[in-house]
């Protein structure tokens, strides 16, 4: 994809106009224009990444400080009773942007938003062995 036809680099790039929230040399902070609820902001970096598997552990480390620094504000300035951070990497997923971003999404007791349709059931160790011994192995 061509990044200039990006929407979030269009905004990092202060082409395009955002209500920014916060911003340093790696990464900006701006309010979500479709808010999930108040104080809904998007933190990217100002490097067009597509999602997280393209992320490089330099702009890794400044997207999560940058996040924590706004939640935090966030959750002493909004007073909302607890926070979500969201990231979505490819569509089915649910990522509508490709330019990787993460969500920070204030959250209030008694105002559902996220609802889970699926029943959980207790994993079996051998499973969840099964399932990551090729990843704990590819990290190693
Ligand atoms: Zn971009």
């Known amino acids: ?13 202060k082409e395009r106009d955002a209500v920014v ?18 104080g809904h902001a998007l933190v990217i970096p100002k490097r067009h990444f597509t999602n997280i598997y393209e992320l490089d ?13 706004v939640a935090k504000v966030i959750k002493r300035v909004l ?12 569509k089915a997923a649910g990522q509508e942007v490709f330019h990787l971003h ?17 029943e959980r ?7 969840l062995i099964q399932t990551f011994y090729p990843v704990i192995e590819s990290l190693k």
């Open 21 to 38: 929230i916060y911003e340093d040399e790696f990464t900006m902070a701006f309010a979500d224009l479709f808010p999930l609820m108040q």
């Open 57 to 69: 552990e330099e702009y890794a480390a400044h997207l999560f400080k940058t996040t924590a620094k």
């Open 102 to 118: 993460i969500h920070i999404i204030p959250r209030y007791l008694g105002q559902r938003l996220f609802v889970m349709n699926i």
């Open 121 to 127: 059931k207790r994993a079996e160790r051998s499973d």
């Open 79 to 90: 007073k909302p009773d607890g926070i979500n951070i969201h990231q979505t990497n490819e």
């Open 1 to 13: 994809m061509n990044t200039d036809d990006c929407i979030f680099c269009q905004i990092a790039k």
